[in-house]
């Protein structure tokens, strides 16, 4: 009964009733106590039919007045100062209304207070400007924002949102000394209809159905187009698709409100279309397992490395040691890192070394003593290690064996491996070398008793190097057309914060694990994104039609490449940790023995270039996994002896 009261009062129209019979009712009660107060207070009997008739004028002047002025549509915990003002105008015009009307059809007001509208007035407003504050206050807390100004020399702006952070943004805009920086025309609601009120004093025009309508309008009344201004943290992927396809057909101003400064706007990017709630962290963890310890990032230049130190920076380590092949990574981190640390907070040194390269890598072991280190370092394009798959062997599985047994012979505390979903049931060469550098990690267990290791799984990282969204920006500022390898084609997506954050969580939760169990952390991934709609949405942001501005060709998958990942296998049962976002696998592996030999042996035909050794080799490592690309190319006879492999490097 009560579902279908509530159902009945949100009917379009329903509840802008209510509020004009409620009102109307109250300001009769207040002409109906002030008269029988003034002939109380003279000890005078009232008048027969007075108060009567007095009251039920007065309710009819009220409805009429409501609706001539709209004071009806504020919605009430919304309410502003121009809401008020409305309110004041409508009660003066039934003040007016009223006696006019006993005047001229109840024998001329005879017995009607002639001070009665001088007292009514002030009471009735009051009535109702408590009445609303106290709804208000109740719903909202606050009473102080509810000023709002207009500037002619501002843009114009239309915001949409639900109706909570429609009020948000406007409350706390209008607590700014600038304002909003937009003149606000008008509301587009998104989780209920209540076009036709208002939202502190501003317009509801209508839902996000009637946006083209409803923008046309404003754009044809106003010199310039209005911007469009979302005002949800985090509407979700499908609403974010929408509103962007709507902004583009209407080559409309797009922006929204920051995820992390929620006080300021910002256009729409990439990782606004993946639909990802950003995560309320608990950082206290990771500070106490990184606050005074000597943390060594290999990669630490990369797109993940580079974030990494970011964030590793801000909780306070004692040295941090930073290790890069590329000269041109290393200088960009380390000049950040410089034009944001003070002289004599400098805690850092950037090393130019190559994990494969075992004396230089032992060099700086031995000067830094790593406690913690986090193996970032790795070839991650699909293309490029099926083009290049023994140097892809060479440096994933290689060099992460090179830095866990340096790790074992200085006795690092924790050794985190960046793995990735191309891992799970691998198709190319960089998913197969990434599965093998998991195994090395698994089977690294019980070797080192006072040695957490862990390897964290996840998917695709926005904007990173070699990405597809950086590919398709570019194709989209040339003009086009954009390259998408498969109309079905599907990947999981996070951004490089998020990325960061998460692997830093997941080393600090095993920390806190028995060393001789072997983790693998899974990061959720949230539902696969579609890089079909991606380049489309992506062509959108742009104010561009998607196959009439741009064309999107499809190129066909490549070697190697999957139409769908996956980030576990069938029987890694995962379980739930601490840490919102953070899956584990934890177990030990069998016959570690047995595998380190296999990967020796295929380390062993990588230095001497052998591709149908390697083949074999990754064959017993992962038997369910073909090789494609270059390893299936036949050999050259051999014309000279091969080289013997040397001990100092893989």
Not at 187 to 203: E, K, V
């Given at each position: 009964?009560?579902?279908?009261?509530?159902?009945?009062?949100?009917?379009?129209?329903?509840?802008?009733?209510?509020?004009?019979?409620?009102?109307?009712?109250?300001?009769?009660?207040?002409?109906?106590?002030?008269?029988?107060?003034?002939?109380?207070?003279?000890?005078?009997?009232t008048?027969?039919?007075?108060?009567?008739?007095?009251?039920?004028?007065?309710?009819?002047?009220?409805?009429?007045?409501?609706?001539?002025?709209?004071?009806?549509?504020?919605?009430?915990?919304?309410?502003?100062?121009?809401?008020?003002?409305?309110?004041?105008?409508?009660?003066?015009?039934?003040?007016?209304?009223t006696?006019v009307?006993?005047?001229?059809?109840?024998?001329?007001?005879?017995?009607?207070?002639?001070?009665?509208?001088?007292?009514?007035?002030?009471?009735?407003?009051?009535?109702l400007?408590?009445?609303?504050?106290?709804?208000?206050?109740?719903?909202?807390?606050?009473?102080?924002?509810?000023?709002?100004?207009?500037?002619?020399?501002?843009?114009?702006?239309?915001?949409?949102?639900?109706?909570?952070?429609?009020?948000?943004?406007?409350?706390?805009?209008?607590r700014?000394?600038?304002g909003?920086?937009?003149?606000?025309?008008?509301?587009?609601?998104t989780?209920?209809?209540?076009?036709?009120?208002?939202?502190?004093?501003?317009?509801?025009?209508?839902?996000?159905?009637?946006?083209?309508?409803?923008?046309?309008?404003?754009?044809?009344?106003?010199?310039?187009?209005p911007?469009?201004?979302?005002?949800?943290?985090?509407?979700?992927?499908?609403?974010?698709?929408?509103?962007?396809?709507?902004?583009?057909?209407?080559?409309?101003p797009?922006?929204?409100?920051?995820?992390?400064?929620?006080?300021?706007?910002?256009?729409?990017?990439?990782?606004?279309?993946?639909?990802r709630?950003?995560?309320?962290?608990?950082?206290?963890?990771?500070?106490?397992?990184?606050?005074?310890?000597?943390?060594?990032?290999?990669?630490?230049?990369?797109?993940?490395g580079?974030?990494i130190?970011?964030?590793?920076?801000?909780?306070?380590?004692?040295?941090?040691?930073?290790?890069?092949?590329?000269?041109y990574?290393?200088?960009?981190?380390?000049?950040?890192?410089?034009?944001?640390?003070?002289?004599?907070?400098?805690?850092?040194?950037?090393?130019?070394?190559?994990?494969?390269?075992?004396?230089?890598?032992?060099?700086?072991?031995?000067?830094?003593?790593?406690?913690?280190?986090?193996?970032?370092?790795?070839?991650?394009?699909?293309?490029?290690s099926?083009?290049?798959?023994?140097?892809?062997?060479?440096?994933?599985?290689?060099?992460?064996?090179?830095i866990?047994?340096?790790?074992?012979?200085?006795?690092?505390?924790?050794?985190t491996?960046?793995?990735?979903?191309?891992a799970?049931?691998?198709?190319?060469?960089?998913?197969?070398?990434?599965?093998?550098?998991?195994?090395?990690?698994?089977?690294?267990?019980g070797?080192?008793?006072?040695?957490?290791?862990?390897?964290?799984?996840?998917?695709n990282?926005?904007?990173?190097?070699?990405?597809?969204?950086?590919?398709?920006?570019?194709?989209?500022?040339?003009?086009?057309?954009?390259?998408?390898t498969?109309?079905?084609?599907?990947?999981?997506?996070?951004?490089?914060?998020?990325?960061?954050?998460?692997?830093?969580?997941?080393?600090?939760?095993?920390?806190?694990?028995?060393?001789?169990?072997?983790?693998?952390?899974?990061?959720?991934?949230?539902?696969?994104?579609?890089?079909?709609?991606?380049?489309?949405?992506?062509?959108?942001?742009?104010?561009?039609?998607?196959?009439?501005?741009?064309?999107?060709?499809?190129?066909?998958?490549?070697?190697?490449?999957?139409?769908?990942?996956?980030?576990?296998?069938?029987?890694?049962?995962?379980?739930?940790?601490?840490?919102?976002?953070?899956?584990?696998?934890?177990?030990?592996?069998?016959?570690?023995e047995?595998?380190?030999?296999?990967?020796?042996?295929?380390?062993k035909?990588?230095?001497?270039?052998?591709?149908?050794?390697?083949?074999?080799?990754?064959?017993?490592?992962?038997?369910?996994?073909?090789?494609?690309?270059?390893?299936?190319?036949?050999?050259?006879?051999?014309?000279?002896?091969?080289?013997?492999?040397?001990?100092?490097?893989?």
């Amino acid at each position: 009964m009560l579902s279908g009261l509530k159902s009945f009062l949100n009917l379009p129209g329903v509840s802008k009733f209510m509020v004009i019979l409620y009102d109307a009712l109250l300001g009769g009660l207040c002409m109906y106590l002030v008269i029988q107060w003034r002939y109380t207070f003279e000890d005078v009997p009232t008048p027969a039919g007075v108060a009567e008739s007095a009251t039920a004028v007065f309710i009819i002047s009220c409805i009429c007045a409501w609706i001539l002025t709209d004071a009806h549509k504020a919605i009430w915990r919304f309410i502003s100062l121009d809401d008020f003002k409305r309110l004041f105008q409508a009660v003066a015009l039934s003040i007016i209304i009223t006696p006019v009307i006993l005047f001229f059809f109840f024998a001329r007001a005879e017995g009607f207070p002639r001070l009665a509208s001088f007292v009514v007035g002030p009471l009735f407003f009051f009535a109702l400007v408590m009445s609303r504050v106290l709804v208000l206050f109740v719903q909202n807390g606050d009473i102080r924002a509810i000023f709002r100004g207009q500037n002619s020399n501002l843009p114009n702006a239309v915001l949409i949102g639900t109706q909570q952070s429609l009020h948000i943004y406007l409350r706390d805009a209008s607590r700014k000394a600038a304002g909003p920086g937009y003149n606000i025309k008008g509301l587009i609601g998104t989780d209920a209809d209540h076009r036709g009120r208002s939202i502190r004093g501003i317009p509801v025009l209508g839902n996000l159905d009637e946006l083209s309508s409803v923008y046309s309008g404003l754009k044809n009344r106003y010199d310039r187009p209005p911007t469009l201004i979302a005002t949800d943290v985090n509407p979700g992927r499908t609403k974010s698709y929408d509103l962007v396809r709507k902004a583009s057909e209407l080559g409309a101003p797009l922006v929204r409100v920051s995820q992390t400064r929620p006080d300021t706007l910002s256009p729409f990017e990439a990782s606004d279309l993946i639909g990802r709630e950003l995560r309320a962290l608990d950082i206290e963890p990771v500070r106490r397992f990184i606050a005074g310890k000597r943390v060594m990032i290999t990669g630490a230049g990369g797109t993940i490395g580079s974030e990494i130190t970011r964030q590793v920076t801000a909780y306070m380590p004692e040295r941090l040691i930073l290790v890069d092949n590329s000269e041109y990574n290393l200088y960009e981190i380390d000049r950040e890192l410089r034009s944001s640390t003070p002289d004599a907070h400098r805690n850092w040194f950037p090393f130019l070394a190559n994990i494969c390269d075992i004396p230089r890598m032992e060099e700086i072991f031995v000067a830094e003593k790593p406690e913690i280190i986090i193996h970032a370092a790795a070839l991650k394009h699909v293309p490029l290690s099926e083009v290049n798959p023994i140097e892809a062997l060479r440096t994933n599985i290689g060099g992460t064996r090179n830095i866990l047994s340096l790790a074992n012979k200085y006795k690092a505390e924790s050794f985190t491996l960046i793995s990735t979903d191309k891992a799970v049931r691998p198709t190319n060469i960089m998913g197969a070398s990434k599965r093998i550098a998991e195994m090395l990690t698994m089977g690294q267990t019980g070797k080192s008793p006072k040695m957490s290791t862990c390897a964290v799984r996840f998917g695709n990282v926005l904007a990173s190097t070699g990405s597809v969204v950086p590919l398709f920006e570019e194709q989209i500022a040339k003009g086009g057309p954009v390259t998408v390898t498969h109309k079905d084609v599907t990947r999981y997506f996070m951004t490089t914060e998020e990325a960061a954050a998460l692997v830093l969580q997941a080393a600090a939760l095993n920390s806190n694990q028995r060393p001789e169990l072997g983790s693998i952390y899974v990061l959720e991934m949230g539902e696969p994104v579609k890089i079909n709609k991606l380049a489309r949405q992506l062509i959108r942001l742009r104010g561009l039609v998607p196959d009439r501005d741009i064309q999107i060709i499809y190129t066909g998958l490549r070697p190697g490449e999957k139409l769908t990942e996956e980030l576990i296998y069938d029987e890694e049962l995962l379980e739930s940790t601490y840490v919102d976002g953070v899956l584990r696998f934890t177990g030990a592996m069998s016959a570690p023995e047995v595998t380190k030999g296999f990967i020796d042996t295929l380390l062993k035909y990588v230095v001497l270039r052998d591709r149908k050794e390697i083949k074999k080799s990754l064959a017993k490592l992962l038997p369910d996994y073909k090789p494609n690309g270059s390893l299936n190319q036949k050999q050259k006879p051999k014309d000279h002896a091969q080289p013997k492999p040397k001990s100092e490097t893989i």
